[in-house]
């Protein structure tokens, strides 16, 4: 009997120190995401930067339409092929790298071309913006499964309140630092040094899901859904959404 206790506690142990590896590494990841994302806040820094290019607020409120419509649409279509997949992490990955070469990119352009063409560069900003929030949507599918998977549900809680307990200050600190950067160096170096150093920051951020193990799900009972089908189930839950919002 004794014995077969002792097995047991070997036998969790790896268990026990896997779960703790993935919820540290998933608090890493939700705190230089913050930092990084408060460095380039849309209704701020963003909006500032178009306006500083453009001189329109036709261009501000137009951009916050598209960058909505950016964010959403890939989830939509992008679901039905991520939802058969058993493991997910590498769709995951490849969101979070596309929006941070995003942001290295456009810290290079902005960098290169400077204040001599800013139609060219607000343009370039949409482009860039669009592949961002596109990324955000294609992160946001794998994301919320594999958070299911690797935090047992009696530690959501504490898993997300300290999440924000973390990422609260960061993005306070982030956000008086970018404060500083724009009042301290010459336009448009300033918004090409936020960029950067959000790219940085989500590059940090990746880490964490690097060190995450993520298991494998029970997929055996899901497959990709034809389009038909598909389009007829999203009719059915747009339905039902309806009604609950009221």
Not at 152 to 165: D, E, S, Y
């Amino acid at each position: 009997m004794i014995h077969t206790k002792r097995e047991k506690q070997i036998n969790r142990e790896p268990c026990i120190s896997i779960e703790k590896r993935n919820f540290i590494a998933g608090l890493w990841h939700g705190a230089f995401l913050a930092l990084g994302v408060s460095l380039t806040q849309p209704t701020t820094v963003i909006s500032a930067f178009v306006a500083d290019l453009t001189g329109s607020t036709i261009w501000v409120g137009g951009l916050s339409t598209v960058l909505t419509v950016a964010g959403a649409l890939p989830q939509i279509f992008i679901a039905r092929w991520i939802e058969p997949r058993p493991r997910k992490m590498p769709f995951l990955l490849l969101a979070i790298y596309l929006r941070v070469i995003s942001w290295g990119a456009l810290a290079f352009l902005v960098f290169t071309i400077g204040d001599q063409h800013p139609l060219t560069l607000a343009w370039i900003l949409v482009g860039m913006l669009v592949v961002f929030y596109a990324g955000g949507g294609l992160g946001n599918i794998p994301y919320t499964d594999i958070v299911g998977k690797i935090i047992p549900q009696n530690r959501r809680g504490a898993f997300f309140g300290g999440m924000g307990a973390i990422a609260g200050p960061l993005s306070v600190g982030a956000a008086l630092f970018a404060r500083r950067i724009l009042a301290d160096v010459s336009y448009p170096n300033n918004y090409a040094l936020l960029f950067l150093f959000a790219a940085i920051g989500l590059t940090i951020a990746s880490l964490g899901f690097w060190a995450i193990r993520e298991p494998s799900g029970d997929t055996s009972d899901v497959h990709m859904l034809p389009w038909k089908d598909y389009w007829k189930h999203l009719q059915s839950t747009s339905r039902r959404l309806k009604v609950l919002i009221g």
